[in-house]
């Protein structure tokens, strides 16, 4: 069964300061790995999807790696804002299985 | 706007009632997801679809059922509630699962 882990489970940082959220998973044979952002009380909302094949994605402040072999994936957000202040979510799908394995998440509050 | 839509987004129910969730997507997706998320537990997968007319069990699958009848659609029912069926219960949808997930707003259900 794949076991998806993300540290700090909280943290707090000021306004401008990097953010550095981390996911492990145990099970390296995966076919994507996905980071969502969900606010309090709303859904989901797709940050950024990395392939097996690759190694990172980016979209404009946001910056996601991926090393399968180490079953690690970091999630850098450049310059934090209020606004980025949210709950970070990871999800991993294994190769032969339609099913996502989500972690339990980085709650963050950017301090202005 | 394309995207992944939920209702009722809230609803009280007392014990042994029953109810359906409706899931529908206008993006012509395979696949459809529902999952539940609970404090300390994070999302898990109750049922999904890989196609109208078929329907799997995921992690959490006692005490509901799914239908697919339609494409678009994918309903999810409690035949009799439960107090420990309380969540916040999430619909999501996929073109192919390495295309990554869209998830819809949500649905909060109490039982009492």
């Known amino acids: 069964k794949q076991e998806v882990t993300q540290i700090p489970a909280a943290l707090s940082v000021p306004e401008g300061e990097n953010l550095v959220l981390n996911c492990s998973f145990t099970d390296s044979a995966i076919y994507n790995l996905q980071w969502f952002r969900q606010d309090p009380g709303k859904g989901l909302t797709s940050l950024l999807l990395i392939q097996s094949s690759q190694r990172e994605q980016t979209s404009g402040r946001l910056n996601a790696s991926l090393d399968k072999s180490s079953g690690r994936s970091t999630l850098y957000i450049a310059a934090s804002q209020p606004g980025d202040s949210a709950t970070y979510l990871c999800a991993v799908m294994r190769y032969g299985n339609n099913r996502l394995a989500f972690g339990k998440g980085n709650q963050v509050v950017v301090i202005p | ?112």
């Open chain 2, 1 to 112: 706007n394309a995207g992944v839509t939920q209702t009722p987004k809230f609803r009280v129910l007392k014990t042994g009632q029953s109810m359906t969730l409706l899931c529908a997507q206008d993006m012509n997706h395979e696949y459809m997801y529902w999952y539940r998320q609970d404090p300390g537990m994070g999302l898990r997968l109750i049922h999904y679809s890989v196609g109208e007319g078929t329907t799997a069990k995921g992690e959490v699958p006692d005490g509901y059922n799914v239908s697919r009848l339609k494409k678009q659609n994918f309903l999810l029912g409690l035949e009799s509630a439960a107090p420990s069926q309380t969540s916040v219960y999430f619909c999501a949808s996929s073109y192919l699962p390495a295309y990554g997930y869209t998830f819809g707003s949500g649905t909060r259900l109490t039982v009492v």
